[in-house]
């Protein structure tokens, strides 16, 4: 039996955490005097009264949190969170209809960053302190903050974290699951103020620094500008951004042992050596070709290759070149980076590149059995056997993430879109993106897609966000079923 009184109350609890995260946008609304202070102020006071009434009603429920609960608080917070991240945009009339502001309010906290506004540079400070909120919260996840601090809520953590958790593997810094989520949010806001400090140092305004901080470690694209950071004619902002995009795309346990001193941990990790060498061969092989169209110096070239392969790796989606503006084949390699991901474990969206890496090592390991048919050969990973399950687990993910990623296109081109701008706009959505091809190119948005298309790619970043088993699960019958 699904203990639904033990989720109302987490999920007042979040309501809580989620509304006080509201206010600094009220800080910056009054130093910029932008006239969104009410608005802001209205829409944390309804968040804020929302999750009391749901926590003070079910605070004496004592009943632990199982795997079906841990399932159901993921899947129903994020869709819950979504709906009341919209109010902001709504109060202040900066978006005019619901499916435009859950359009924006989902790509924030999944940390998609595509946008339906066309003119960021008009939405008022506080909004636009909210809007990069959003995917900063969304980055490590609002339930792995919640887990980390709010142990009175007298609730299990492991089904919440591991839920939640991107990627196919949870690796654990502490014995306590409630430590390992203390010490990944430590580490996200320390490496998010340092950033604050460079890119204020380089000259970024304060207020430009804070936005586009919370959005590189969450590696969300959200800007500032409507240019994004093709804005910056800087190459040590341009640099930095990119070092932390890639800091930002790393296991964050690796990040973590790093810290501790323990950097042997690190090249160790096979995952790690695989995203270092995809970065590097990617934009190698771009460079010169771009270096060649472009027109542009040398270094200006390589850093454009460098910055966007980084920014579609990490899905993080910032811009500072339009990489369809090359030939064909140079669109069609960026796109391609589009379903890599970065590391499990990380802020970044995307398929993961654990997951690939362990589709080749079976496939390649396939072929060697079929050639000696009695052999043991185990596949591993990080010099670990890695257990059958967990590779039916990817085989089963990538199949399902070809299904939808299929069926988002048929869809989209039975609405009328061409075939690029379907296949694209799906991709994007789905592995947490943000630019793609065809009308959804670095330079464009989603503004012009029908509402029913919104709340079908609302459904596809959560879907993406949340790695497809933790919402499709509720959709099966056995899930349901009484025990």
């Not at 899905?315 to 970065?342: K, N």
């Amino acid at each position: 039996m699904i203990h639904f009184k033990a989720i109302a109350k987490v999920m007042g609890m979040l309501l809580i955490l989620y509304s006080l995260l509201m206010l600094p946008g009220i800080g910056f609304s009054y130093y910029y005097d932008s006239g969104d202070k009410r608005p802001i102020f209205f829409s944390a006071l309804i968040t804020f009264l929302s999750g009391a009434i749901l926590f003070l009603i079910f605070v004496k429920e004592k009943q632990n949190v199982r795997k079906r609960e841990g399932f159901l608080i993921v899947t129903l917070s994020w869709v819950l969170l979504s709906l009341f991240g919209t109010l902001p945009y709504l109060m202040s009339g900066v978006v005019d209809s619901l499916p435009d502001a859950l359009f924006e309010a989902v790509s924030g906290l999944t940390t998609t960053g595509a946008t339906i506004i066309t003119d960021i540079e008009a939405l008022p400070a506080g909004i636009m302190v909210w809007r990069s909120m959003t995917q900063w919260i969304g980055g490590l996840g609002i339930i792995v903050l919640t887990v980390a601090i709010f142990p009175l809520l007298g609730i299990g953590g492991i089904e919440l974290f591991t839920a939640e958790a991107p990627g196919p593997t949870t690796d654990k810094l502490h014995p306590r699951i409630r430590e390992t989520a203390k010490r990944l949010w430590y580490v996200y806001s320390g490496l998010t103020l340092i950033l604050i400090l460079i890119y204020f140092l380089e000259d970024m305004s304060f207020f430009d620094a804070v936005n586009h901080s919370f959005t590189t470690m969450a590696t969300g694209g959200f800007s500032t500008k409507n240019a994004s950071m093709a804005y910056f004619d800087n190459p040590l902002i341009h640099y930095t951004s990119i070092l932390f995009m890639i800091i930002a795309g790393m296991n964050f346990s690796l990040i973590y042992l790093s810290l501790k001193g323990k950097w042997n941990r690190i090249w160790a990790n096979d995952e790690f050596r695989a995203y270092v060498f995809i970065l590097v061969s990617i934009t190698l092989l771009l460079f010169l070709p771009i270096y060649y169209l472009s027109g542009s110096p040398v270094e200006t070239a390589f850093r454009n290759t460098l910055f966007q392969v980084v920014s579609l790796i990490t899905t993080t989606g910032f811009v500072t070149d339009d990489y369809t503006a090359y030939s064909s084949g140079i669109t069609l390699i960026f796109f391609l980076l589009l379903f890599s991901g970065a590391c499990a474990g990380s802020t970044s969206g995307g398929i993961k590149i654990i997951r690939h890496l362990v589709f080749l090592k079976n496939t390649f390991l396939e072929f060697r059995r079929m050639t000696h048919p009695r052999a043991v050969v185990p596949l591993k990973i990080n010099g670990e056997r890695v257990a059958g399950k967990i590779i039916a687990h990817i085989m089963n993910f990538l199949l399902i993430y070809i299904i939808f990623l299929v069926l988002g296109s048929v869809i989209l081109s039975i609405e009328g879109h061409d075939m690029l701008t379907s296949f694209g706009a799906t991709a994007s959505t789905l592995g947490n993106v943000g630019p793609a091809i065809g009308l959804v190119g670095p330079v464009d948005n989603f503004a012009f897609f029908s509402p029913f298309a919104k709340l079908f790619f609302c459904f596809l970043m959560l879907l993406g966000r949340l790695e497809l088993f933790t919402i499709l699960v509720l959709f099966t019958p056995f899930f349901w079923r009484i025990n």
